[in-house]
């Protein structure tokens, strides 16, 4: 278990795009752009408070979805994803939450804070599948057939990730006009 802010994208529903890929589609409700997974501990404190403010002062956007790629490597992914194209907004949502937690005395983790590759997960990988060949498959995948090209980001969730299911515990609604 553990848990993370991001913004949960609904209504999608990938089951058509990845026919005859060897992986697992993520279950309808659970797609989500990870900005900072925090750990196995749930803040507390005045941290939403703090949170709140932060967030309800970003002014709303959207974000393009780019291509598929395997992660955590391509020598042993575990999930296919599809990458986040121009990820700045994203990236200065994630460093007003990072310093909104530390200034709320929220300890993460440095290896939480590394590099910054938001993407949309999509199917986990099965077990016994060899890579070149997924890579292979892959290059055959028509992006014209995914539900969606662009998300929009109008709110932030802390979420607590549980296996493959994914819960929002308190929702912090961006600036939209």
Request: proline share 6%.
């Given at each position: 278990?553990?848990?993370?802010?991001?913004?949960?994208?609904?209504?999608?529903?990938?089951?058509?795009?990845?026919?005859?890929?060897?992986?697992?589609?993520?279950?309808?409700?659970?797609?989500?752009?990870?900005?900072?997974?925090?750990?196995?501990?749930?803040?507390?404190?005045?941290?939403?408070?703090?949170?709140?403010?932060?967030?309800?002062?970003?002014?709303?956007?959207?974000?393009?979805?780019?291509?598929?790629?395997?992660?955590?490597?391509?020598?042993?992914?575990?999930?296919?994803?599809?990458?986040?194209?121009?990820?700045?907004?994203?990236?200065?949502?994630?460093?007003?939450?990072?310093?909104?937690?530390?200034?709320?005395?929220?300890?993460i983790a440095d290896?939480?804070?590394?590099?910054?590759?938001?993407?949309?997960?999509?199917?986990?990988?099965?077990?016994?599948?060899?890579?070149?060949?997924?890579?292979?498959?892959?290059?055959y995948v028509d992006?014209?057939?995914?539900?969606?090209?662009?998300?929009?980001?109008?709110?932030?969730?802390?979420?607590r990730a549980w296996?493959?299911?994914?819960?929002?515990?308190?929702?912090?609604?961006?600036?939209?006009?």
């Amino acid at each position: 278990m553990g848990y993370l802010y991001g913004v949960m994208v609904t209504g999608l529903n990938f089951t058509k795009a990845l026919a005859g890929l060897p992986v697992v589609p993520v279950k309808q409700g659970n797609h989500h752009i990870t900005l900072l997974y925090i750990g196995d501990r749930k803040p507390s404190g005045g941290v939403g408070d703090k949170l709140r403010r932060v967030v309800e002062g970003f002014q709303c956007f959207r974000v393009e979805l780019g291509q598929p790629l395997l992660l955590p490597s391509l020598v042993k992914p575990r999930v296919l994803a599809i990458e986040i194209n121009d990820h700045g907004l994203l990236a200065r949502l994630r460093a007003l939450i990072i310093n909104a937690l530390r200034d709320s005395g929220v300890n993460i983790a440095d290896r939480y804070l590394g590099d910054f590759k938001p993407h949309l997960t999509v199917a986990y990988v099965r077990v016994k599948v060899d890579p070149q060949y997924l890579i292979t498959l892959l290059s055959y995948v028509d992006l014209s057939t995914l539900p969606v090209r662009a998300i929009p980001v109008d709110r932030v969730s802390l979420v607590r990730a549980w296996g493959d299911n994914y819960t929002e515990l308190v929702t912090y609604r961006l600036s939209c006009s």
